[in-house]
């Protein structure tokens, strides 16, 4: 029970995840919605304290798998815009900052059940068509964590308001008093999870804080719809200000304001040095030194040992690498299976992944769908044909790719003798895995290989039948992944169970979904106050003998 009594929130339950198996009424729901929003065209707007502003240049939000047809129009915020934008945050800052955190909860709780009702089609529809998920990975993503991130959010918040000071002495209280970030918080968003995209510019929020957001260029649609939902769950004009842009033209007039008060990013690695150098070359002109809080790249692994469960790491392997094409930040690409187990696990591996089916996300039956763009198209492409021609790789399963239509790659295997070899080392981002088989009895040896391979240290994952030899692996893998998995796939953290966040170039390790996270977004106050101060300068020792 809280120390708020009455006005306590009860922790709460994550939010179920609706299968949408064949005849149930959330599929023919979620089709009818995604028939709307494909038989429909948007105009997407800046909105800056609430008001919608257009620029006139203009931005395209597509399908992945029909790359020729438009799903809305977008305005990209320039200078201007992001001047007015800051204005208008701090405009509300005071008021927003004066809210009491109660009255804050209440406008996220309801966002949760807004999403997890009447928002729950549209948001799900949205990150299928605009993002290329299937309705299982997008029910997963777009409804059921960001729900969570709500619900959980609000509660961890109440644990931070409710600390305080553990002794008062007689004659005075001393007391904590978590204040918002003094000025704004500027959070940029990804394209591949709406789930995050929904929640690093609503945690600042959450604190008092107000926030500018830029969401990825890739993926504007669905957080357009997240932005019309803040508004109806009553989130005052102005807290949060959505400015769509390129990253040049917006990021830099931003972190050139002297109000920046902080950074809420999910991105790549370069982009994530790119900033931090900024805010270093800055530093001297903000009113406040910045909270950067980032989580970056990853080169996610599984780690089999001997004693792995042959079925389950191929299963793992599959769902790992090939859910979502990999474009998961914590998607499994790399993997360090025992010559004793592959040939078995080769065949089955194999067999499974090119019997993967590929297409549409409108149809239910696509375990894959189409990459975000032409770029990350392009840059995945460059793996896969590398491993053609490579002397030390080659590709055991798929290596197709069609961009003629939309971004379509085959989930890919590659085989390599080199574990330092090109996709055993470099972040790729799309549906590719490279295998590494070792030798048995070179188990220590191998994971000291794993462990120094990569810049990255986000999630990996072990497979061990002999719970003592996966204790061992995960003691000498103690900083090769923030959320380090057992007998498990690396990927699918779940709000209030596993907290999400890498170190090294994976990020600052803040772990969103959770109260770490919302430390990030205030400024504690200590306060003491004295009943009887003191009267007289001098001290006992000083009284003459």
Not at 136 to 147: N, P, R, S, T
Not at 288 to 312: L, S
Request: hydrophobic letters at 40%; aromatic letters at 10%.
């Amino acid at each position: 029970m809280s120390k708020l009594g009455i006005f306590s929130l009860p922790f709460p339950e994550n939010e179920p995840v609706l299968n949408y198996g064949a005849g149930s009424p959330e599929r023919l729901s979620l089709k009818a919605e995604l028939e709307r929003l494909s038989n429909e065209e948007f105009e997407i707007p800046l909105i800056i304290g609430g008001k919608e502003v257009k620029t006139g240049n203009l931005g395209k939000c597509i399908m992945p798998h029909d790359h020729g047809h438009v799903l809305a129009k977008y305005h990209m915020a320039g200078e201007k815009e992001l001047n007015m934008a800051a204005e208008a945050a701090l405009k509300a800052r005071e008021e927003w900052a004066n809210t009491s955190w109660e009255v804050r909860a209440s406008i996220f709780k309801k966002m949760a059940v807004l999403l997890a009702g009447p928002y729950r089609d549209l948001i799900n529809a949205a990150t299928m068509l605009n993002q290329g998920k299937n309705a299982y990975q997008a029910e997963i993503d777009a409804a059921a964590e960001l729900v969570d991130f709500y619900n959980f959010n609000t509660y961890y918040m109440q644990e931070i308001m409710e600390e305080q000071p553990p002794y008062s002495p007689q004659g005075m209280w001393n007391r904590l008093e978590q204040r918002p970030l003094e000025g704004f918080v500027f959070a940029v968003t990804p394209f591949n999870f709406t789930s995050i995209a929904g929640n690093l510019p609503t945690a600042p929020a959450m604190m008092g804080n107000v926030v500018l957001w830029k969401p990825a260029s890739s993926a504007v649609y669905t957080p357009y719809f997240l932005m019309k939902m803040f508004k109806e769950a009553g989130l005052p004009d102005g807290v949060i200000n959505f400015i769509p842009g390129s990253g040049g033209s917006v990021g830099r007039p931003v972190m050139d304001r002297a109000e920046l008060a902080g950074i809420h990013f999910t991105g790549s690695t370069p982009v994530f040095h790119n900033m931090w150098k900024t805010i270093g070359d800055n530093i001297a002109k903000y009113h406040t030194y910045p909270r950067i809080v980032g989580e970056t790249g990853g080169k996610d692994f599984i780690f089999v040992h001997p004693t792995g469960d042959m079925k389950a790491v191929e299963i793992a392997l599959v769902r790992g690498s090939f859910e979502y094409q990999g474009q998961k930040c914590s998607a499994a690409s790399r993997a360090y299976i025992p010559k004793s187990m592959w040939k078995n696990l080769k065949a089955d591996l194999v067999a499974t992944t090119k019997g993967l089916k590929m297409g549409d996300p409108k149809d239910f039956t696509n375990f894959v769908n189409a990459v975000i763009d032409q770029a990350a198209f392009n840059t995945i492409k460059t793996y896969i044909d590398h491993a053609k021609d490579a002397n030390d790789a080659e590709i055991i399963a798929g290596g197709g790719t069609d961009d003629s239509k939309g971004y379509f790659m085959e989930p890919t295997i590659i085989e390599t003798t080199n574990p330092h070899y090109k996709s055993m080392e470099e972040e790729i981002f799309g549906p590719v895995l490279t295998i590494y088989v070792y030798d048995d009895d070179k188990v220590d040896e191998t994971l000291e290989i794993l462990d120094k391979t990569s810049i990255y240290a986000l999630t990996g994952a072990v497979f061990a039948q002999d719970r003592l030899a996966a204790e061992y692996c995960a003691q000498k893998l103690v900083n090769a992944a923030g959320n380090f998995y057992i007998n498990d796939k690396p990927t699918g953290a779940v709000v209030g169970q596993q907290p999400f966040g890498g170190s090294r170039a994976s990020g600052t390790n803040d772990k969103a979904g959770s109260k770490i996270n919302l430390m990030r977004w205030v400024s504690p106050r200590t306060i003491k106050e004295t009943y009887d101060p003191a009267k007289d300068y001098r001290y006992p020792f000083m009284e003459e003998e």
